[in-house]
């Protein structure tokens, strides 16, 4: 099999990233709609905001040029979806744990009183 | 084929895999393992974009930090009778996930085709075709120039952000005491 350009770093390969950070976020929201967990719903959103971070990357990267360089936006947005991610997974997992001890189970549909 | 590209096929593919099996897992706990390898496939098409700051960022939050809140979490709440129950809504999640992965990629290629000159799907640079070359990747100099300049309202934003995290993950695990 031989390919006529670069499938990595060639000038059609942003829509190899495309795809990739396209299945990932189907993940996220596959894991979304169907996990009972809590956690595992927390998985989900990490695998979406992973597929918005490498579409920030890859455009980046197959962007526009300056003369001393690539433009670097796209990956200084990358690191706010990062330091968004810890400060999301942190309060989340807070949550995760007080639920816990108030009923003894993070599946979510069984979480259906307002004050226990 | 070339090595990099087959050094691309595998990692793309070991990076949708995990993520794969870390929504069809019924274990709750494999899942988060699995998670690892998808956040380490996905720094190392990082890498492949030549964003190495970002990459060894990546493995450092998300491996070193929320993988390990993550397993901390399920450890702590553990019920393992629980974690394998019944998966509800499964045709319809399925439905839906594909239907999103189809819009995300359309709409990505359609504002791609209507931006004024489109990212290297075709040329640019004054009709020249564009290829990257090695030599674009200022690295993490520039980042911090533009975090210190361009972006620094949004960084001090952030630093904000993290502190009110840190006060308000304590204050909703806290005990009561009266």
């Keep these: 099999m031989d390919l006529p350009y670069p499938i990595a770093d060639g000038p059609d390969a942003l829509i190899n990233y495309l795809v990739v950070a396209a299945i990932l976020f189907a993940c996220g929201v596959f894991a979304l709609i169907s996990r009972r967990n809590a956690v595992g719903i927390l998985i989900g959103v990490e695998l979406i905001l992973n597929a918005a971070a490498l579409n920030f ?19 200084v947005f990358t690191l706010f979806i990062i330091v968004l991610a810890a400060a999301e997974a942190a309060v989340a997992l807070a949550l995760v744990l007080a639920v816990y001890q108030a009923h003894r189970t993070i599946a979510l549909d069984s979480v259906n009183v307002m004050k226990s | 084929m070339s090595i990099s590209a087959l050094v691309f096929w595998l990692i793309a593919g070991g990076t949708v895999g995990t993520a794969v099996f870390a929504v069809i897992a019924r274990n709750i706990l494999h899942a988060a393992f699995s998670l690892c390898g998808t956040f380490l496939g996905v720094a190392a098409l990082y890498v492949f ?38 998966r509800r809504r499964g045709w319809m999640a399925l439905a839906a996930g594909g239907l999103t992965a189809f819009a995300t990629l359309q709409i990505a290629l359609l504002i791609n085709r209507h931006l004024s000159t489109p990212l290297a799907l075709q040329n640019v640079h004054g009709g020249q075709p564009y ?38 993950a304590v204050v909703i695990v806290r005990k009561e005491i009266r």
């Design chain 2, 49 to 86: 974009l030549h964003a190495d700051f970002v990459a060894a960022v990546q493995v450092i939050v998300y491996v070193g930090g929320i993988l390990v809140l993550i397993m901390f979490a399920i450890m702590f709440s553990s019920n393992m009778v629980e974690q394998t129950a019944e």
């Design chain 1, 57 to 75: 990357i890859a455009f980046s990267r197959f962007g526009h040029h300056t003369q001393n360089g690539a433009h670097l936006d796209g990956q």
């Design chain 2, 131 to 168: 290829v990257p070359t090695a030599s674009v990747a200022p690295g993490q100099t520039s980042i911090g120039h533009l975090l210190m300049g361009q972006y620094l309202l949004p960084f001090e934003f952030m630093s904000i952000l993290l502190l009110a995290v840190l006060i308000g």
